[in-house]
């Protein structure tokens, strides 16, 4: 445990403390939330954490600051839609995942799959980077995008697929029942991921996140208002300890 805590086990560039211990000590990669940074000080944590050997995710990162990044020579590996960022030679874990050795260094690879599923359109920003914090870690993906419960026929047609999954990623905004009618169809765990789509009165993804909170079925767990990366961390770890 000391060396947990250790000044080694953490790079200090002035501005942030980056901690180059992570995937050691829980297993997940190191994530870096872009959102409310500067650009340059983005291309300087994600250069340290290679330059240390450290995989790394970034999530919420804008065009602006992914443009400056490849400007700065870096090849990248952008998505738009999900917003998530990672440098080009930093590719989803493979077989070395774990640095404990014997057998706790199971391969992420085999991990899964997990279905990620989302009520409509205007959730896939937040289904996607659930989706692809999830393939960075070498997990594998089922997408199951559009299956609201306004065309429960459209549910109901993918429910078998659905069925297959370790565990299932839900992601819905407006009044967010789309959990909790997987839940009571499937036997694997669902993660609910309220999202603030939705009209006036849905709050910004309160309404949808009370009614996950509230929902009868069982076997539902719910993380905040548009947070799929830390739903597909949740998912990882569940998968780490089957």
């Given at each position: 445990?000391?060396k947990?805590?250790?000044?080694?086990?953490?790079?200090?560039?002035?501005?942030?403390?980056?901690?180059?211990?992570?995937?050691?000590?829980?297993?997940?990669?190191?994530?870096v939330?872009?959102?409310?940074?500067?650009?340059?000080?983005?291309?300087?944590?994600?250069?340290?954490?290679?330059?240390?050997?450290?995989?790394?995710?970034?999530?919420?990162?804008?065009?602006?600051?992914?443009?400056?990044?490849?400007?700065?020579?870096?090849?990248?590996?952008?998505d738009?839609?999900?917003?998530?960022?990672?440098?080009?030679?930093?590719?989803?874990?493979?077989?070395?995942?774990?640095?404990?050795?014997?057998k706790?260094?199971?391969?992420?690879?085999?991990?899964?799959?997990?279905?990620?599923?989302?009520a409509?359109t205007?959730?896939?920003?937040?289904?996607?980077?659930?989706?692809?914090?999830?393939?960075?870690?070498?997990?594998?993906?089922?997408?199951?995008?559009?299956?609201?419960?306004?065309?429960?026929?459209?549910?109901?047609s993918?429910?078998?697929?659905?069925?297959?999954?370790?565990?299932?990623?839900?992601?819905?905004?407006?009044?967010?029942?789309?959990?909790?009618?997987?839940?009571?169809?499937?036997?694997?765990?669902?993660?609910?991921?309220?999202?603030?789509?939705?009209?006036?009165?849905?709050?910004?993804?309160?309404?949808?996140?009370?009614?996950?909170?509230?929902?009868?079925?069982?076997?539902?767990?719910?993380?905040?208002?548009?947070?799929?990366?830390?739903?597909?961390i949740?998912?990882?770890?569940?998968?780490?300890?089957?």
């Amino acid at each position: 445990m000391k060396k947990f805590v250790s000044k080694d086990s953490f790079e200090d560039l002035g501005f942030a403390k980056l901690d180059v211990s992570r995937e050691s000590r829980t297993g997940t990669s190191e994530a870096v939330y872009c959102a409310g940074k500067t650009s340059e000080q983005l291309l300087k944590i994600l250069r340290k954490f290679r330059d240390k050997g450290c995989r790394v995710l970034g999530t919420r990162c804008s065009k602006e600051q992914a443009e400056f990044i490849a400007n700065a020579g870096e090849k990248i590996c952008y998505d738009e839609l999900s917003r998530t960022i990672s440098l080009a030679d930093e590719t989803p874990a493979k077989q070395k995942r774990g640095s404990s050795g014997g057998k706790k260094s199971q391969t992420a690879a085999k991990l899964g799959p997990v279905a990620v599923c989302c009520a409509g359109t205007a959730d896939l920003p937040i289904a996607e980077e659930a989706a692809k914090t999830l393939e960075f870690n070498g997990v594998k993906v089922v997408r199951q995008y559009d299956v609201g419960i306004a065309g429960l026929h459209r549910l109901l047609s993918k429910v078998e697929d659905i069925r297959k999954a370790s565990v299932v990623i839900a992601v819905a905004g407006m009044e967010g029942a789309l959990p909790g009618v997987i839940a009571g169809l499937v036997k694997a765990p669902v993660i609910a991921v309220p999202t603030s789509v939705g009209y006036g009165a849905s709050f910004g993804g309160i309404s949808a996140l009370l009614t996950m909170l509230n929902t009868c079925a069982e076997g539902v767990t719910v993380v905040n208002i548009d947070n799929g990366f830390g739903a597909a961390i949740a998912a990882f770890r569940m998968l780490k300890v089957k």
